[in-house]
């Protein structure tokens, strides 16, 4: 009897660690990309113009959601139309499943929301500090989203979130 309990006990505490992960509370990556720049075009000598400095369209303070995490999130145009969300400063938790969202819902609140709505997924978080960025796919309606929000989709639930309306 005693170890028909043993091993009950030890597959409850085996199945709790490969589905919580709690090593992630004691883990972080960091990572410093450059902002992005347009595609250079035409002669390659040329003085780069006030152009090559991309333009905000917006820029938004992450609020805590289910885990503390601070940052700017913003918005940006290049000159040759590409589109971008840029985390700056960001600073949050490791998890499992981490993704990087614009959503329609506003920040703040429920932490379980953002996933109510529409969202558009722009990848994997690259890393939990740092400043990083994700390319917005070509056409997508800006006007339509009003948070960034780093997503964990094994618990469904955001770690933070910022604002970034257009509208």
């Known amino acids: 009897m005693k170890r028909a309990v043993l091993v009950v006990v030890v597959a409850v505490l085996a199945i709790g660690v490969w589905q919580f992960e ?3 509370l004691f883990t972080s990556s960091e990572i410093d990309e450059a902002v992005p720049t347009a595609h250079p075009t035409g002669n390659a000598t040329a003085v780069p113009s006030a152009a090559a400095t991309p333009t905000t369209l917006s820029t938004g303070d992450f609020v805590d959601a289910e885990h503390d995490t601070s940052g700017t999130a913003r918005i940006i145009e290049l000159a040759d139309g ?43 978080l690259k890393a939990t500090h740092g400043n990083q960025n994700y390319p917005i796919p070509e056409g997508a309606d800006l006007a339509a989203y009003r948070s960034a929000v780093i997503w964990c989709d094994k618990f469904n639930v955001a770690f933070g979130a910022a604002p970034v309306s257009l509208a």
């Not at 990087?100 to 953002?114: A, E, N």
């Open 22 to 24: 709690p090593w992630r």
């Open 82 to 124: 590409r589109r971008f969300l840029r985390l700056e400063g960001l600073a949050s938790s490791d998890g499992p499943d981490l993704h990087v969202w614009l959503s329609d819902r506003k920040p703040g609140g429920s932490w379980f929301k953002y996933d109510d709505g529409e969202y558009l997924r722009l990848g994997e």
